[in-house]
């Protein structure tokens, strides 16, 4: 839907008001993926209670939602391509209720990871088909921020949704947040009828072509540099509680509030990294990936005391998420001639990223290192995505060198 120039101005005020409507509610969708998705982080230790396993083995219900995730968004994609994107939406977000429920009656840990890995399967395609909706609604030249907008409800959940489920998991037990998020699903559900178009149902994606871009070299590096990315992050987001925990004697209502700030880091991270990554992409990409290297290192020594502990989770909170818009347009870029699928895929290494982050973070517990080297560890795998990114572009520009090369050659 997008608006007509002749329409008069009282018609052009109801298709601007429907296209809000329906970028809240999709936003309200991202809200209740990024909640479910990030608050067993600040829960691990009392999920890991009530379940009766280790911290490190709760961690692997971060990584089976990761691995979820990197299925489902191509298969649930192309499952759902005959279906009108209303009803695909709408779909996606019971699937989503479901797996919460699930995880709020779940009596042992391995239904929890089941239950996990059932709430994972709407992720990826939520955010791609979401994607194409926001940016249907709109003008041309307005459809990046309504794409943006669609995705502040993620920036969002991690300011209000994740604090707040992590504190009603902590006063009330964690299956009774899980239970909140199902209500909010049935509540986005509801939404999404009212507020999304119709539309007509869609045909076959033709991905076979689009599959030769996504394994070219350079689409895969690009692909890789998010991996490690989000690993970084994840190696310590995943083991928050925990380690501010042991770190920093941290109390629950201490854990709670830290979260906020992570949320806050998140949004202040998300809008600078965007506005930057339009200056220029790999600068932006290497500035934040410094600073990522730079604040995980020193994280044990800052959060001795409260402001520190303040500080850190804010500056790591930025910095993490600052990555996120240049890793997007980088794969984007590299993959021009199959954006869409490219977005679903890099959704997808987003979340390898965070299996490998939370797999990394688990095993250094495991072999006795302490939480004081779960930022370390972070912080060489965001070193090692720094070291890439230098890589690509000494790679890029040895082929501008040879191309120039090649020109002067054939011109003499």
Do not use: C
Not at 270 to 285: E, K, Q, T, Y
């Amino acid at each position: 839907m997008s608006l007509d120039q002749s329409a008069s101005p009282s018609t052009a005020q109801d298709a601007q008001g429907n296209a809000w409507l329906t970028l809240l509610a999709l936003a309200m969708g991202a809200f209740a993926i990024g909640t479910t998705e990030f608050s067993p982080m600040g829960l691990l230790p009392v999920i890991a209670a009530g379940v009766h396993v280790s911290i490190p083995s709760a961690g692997m219900l971060i990584t089976a939602y990761a691995i979820g995730v990197m299925i489902g968004a191509p298969l649930m994609t192309l499952a759902l391509s005959r279906w009108s994107r209303r009803s695909a939406l709408i779909a996606l977000m019971a699937i989503f209720t479901v797996g919460n429920l699930l995880s709020a009656l779940s009596t042992d840990y391995t239904t929890l990871l089941v239950a996990r890995l059932v709430t994972s399967l709407n992720h990826g395609a939520f955010f791609g088909l979401g994607s194409l909706v926001a940016a249907s609604v709109v003008p041309r030249h307005k459809q990046a921020s309504a794409v943006a907008t669609m995705f502040m409800g993620l920036t969002i959940a991690n300011i209000g949704g994740v604090p707040a489920a992590t504190w009603l998991g902590q006063a009330i037990g964690w299956r009774m947040s899980f239970a909140a998020t199902a209500a909010l699903g049935v509540l986005t559900m509801l939404t999404l009828r009212f507020a999304l178009p119709r539309g007509e149902a869609g045909k076959a994606p033709h991905v076979r072509g689009e599959l030769q871009v996504l394994v070219r070299p350079v689409v895969l590096m690009a692909l890789a540099t998010t991996v490690l990315g989000a690993g970084a992050m994840f190696t310590l987001y995943t083991y928050i509680a925990p380690t501010l925990e042991h770190l920093a004697g941290a109390t629950p209502g201490f854990v709670t509030i830290m979260l906020v700030l992570v949320g806050v880091g998140f949004s202040i991270g998300n809008v600078a990294g965007g506005r930057l990554a339009d200056r220029s992409l790999n600068g932006s990409l290497i500035v934040f990936l410094v600073l990522l290297v730079a604040v995980m290192l020193a994280f044990p020594l800052l959060v001795k005391t409260q402001v520190g502990t303040a500080l850190a989770v804010v500056v790591w909170g930025l910095a993490t998420f600052a990555v996120v818009p240049p890793l997007q347009m980088r794969v984007m870029r590299a993959a021009a001639q199959a954006p869409g699928l490219a977005s679903s895929v890099n959704v997808g290494a987003f979340n390898l990223g965070n299996a490998v982050g939370a797999a990394a973070g688990g095993a250094a517990i495991s072999a006795g290192f302490g939480y004081a080297a779960v930022p370390i560890v972070g912080a060489l795998i965001a070193a090692s995505g720094l070291l890439l990114v230098l890589a690509q572009m000494a790679l890029k520009r040895q082929d501008t060198s040879n191309a120039a090369r090649e020109i002067s050659t054939t011109n003499f």
